[in-house]
């Protein structure tokens, strides 16, 4: 359950405003803490255009029946005056952008990237697969990966979001207008405008490269899977692709694996791409059997409270 807050709530809580943790297209993010004790992220939409006011509608619509541990929960919203809050669980380490391109952050080692790349797999499977209808989210990007103080990963902003007919058994071409960023956006979904899950798995090898490479989804003027090309090519060119903050500390064979599967998700023909599913499967076969282990009971252990979302 959320709860409806009152704008002199938000104006106080984020400190007239000033508390600023992050910008985007959509406004400003701040930092919240409430009389209560409770520390918020709340987002705050610039202006209240139709097609924002869409958006603000569209992510609460959304988030009031998502429940997984690899989304961002939906805390509650304000609509006052000419004002639109959303208020977000708050996620200690930011985004996964800010680690991977901003300086003074943390450098993420290559265990935590494996581990934020099967996370946000998670996260699509629930939407791709045991939503109802399935949901695409449409803009899967490193500014919309957020990290908890454990830097576990969960996917945020749900603005773009798109869901199949509400009678369709699996996800079926959607024509719709074209949004998304820049350097993610699946080439197919460009041309056709046909909007499909396998749109998402595009975006996710791009973020699997980003994990990799320490490099923008745009890198040196050029979209990032095409820049990388000359290191996927060969074998012996892969290790000059790996961010040079990880330094040699990676394993070769994971590495293999992780470029293996970027090829795959960002094959030009759509289906020619992996599901989810087909995605996770890839990383527990080859994730040392410790890892493996852990995963299979983190998923036990969260099943009981993520039924399908309606």
């Not at 701040?30 to 509608?57: L, P």
């Not at 680690?99 to 581990?115: N, Y």
């Amino acid at each position: 359950m959320f709860r409806r807050f009152a704008y002199k709530e938000m104006k106080k809580a984020t400190e007239k405003f000033s508390s600023v943790i992050g910008k985007g297209g959509f406004g400003t993010v701040y930092k919240a803490q409430f009389v209560d004790g409770s520390i918020t992220a709340v987002k705050r939409m610039d202006k209240v255009s139709k097609q924002g006011e869409e958006e603000f509608c569209r992510e609460i619509e959304l988030l009031a029946r998502l429940h997984h541990r690899h989304l961002v929960a939906l805390k509650g919203f304000c609509a006052e005056r000419n004002e639109r809050f959303l208020v977000y669980e708050y996620m200690e380490n930011g985004s996964l952008k800010d680690h991977l391109h901003s300086s003074g952050r943390k450098r993420l080692s290559w265990r935590t990237r494996l581990q934020i790349a099967i996370d946000v797999a998670n996260a699509l499977e629930y939407l791709h697969f045991y939503c109802d209808p399935p949901l695409c989210h449409r803009d899967i990007k490193s500014s919309n990966i957020l990290l908890d103080e454990k830097f576990v990963a969960k996917v945020a902003d749900f603005g773009l979001a798109h869901a199949s007919r509400s009678d369709a058994i699996s996800f079926e071409p959607v024509n719709t207008d074209i949004r998304g960023t820049p350097g993610y956006m699946d080439p197919e979904y460009v041309v056709t405008q046909e909007l499909t899950e396998k749109s998402d798995i595009y975006s996710y090898g791009v973020l699997l490269l980003e994990l990799v490479s320490g490099r923008r989804a745009i890198h040196e003027n050029r979209n990032l899977v095409e820049w990388s090309q000359k290191f996927l090519a060969t074998d012996s060119r892969l290790p000059e692709l790996v961010d040079p903050a990880i330094g040699d500390s990676f394993d070769f064979e994971q590495l293999h694996m992780v470029v293996e599967l970027i090829k795959w998700c960002t094959h030009k023909e759509g289906r020619a791409r992996p599901s989810i599913k087909q995605v996770l499967r890839v990383f527990s076969e080859h994730l040392d059997p410790v890892q493996t282990a852990f995963l299979k009971m983190k998923k036990v252990m969260v099943m009981p409270g993520e039924g399908v979302a309606k």
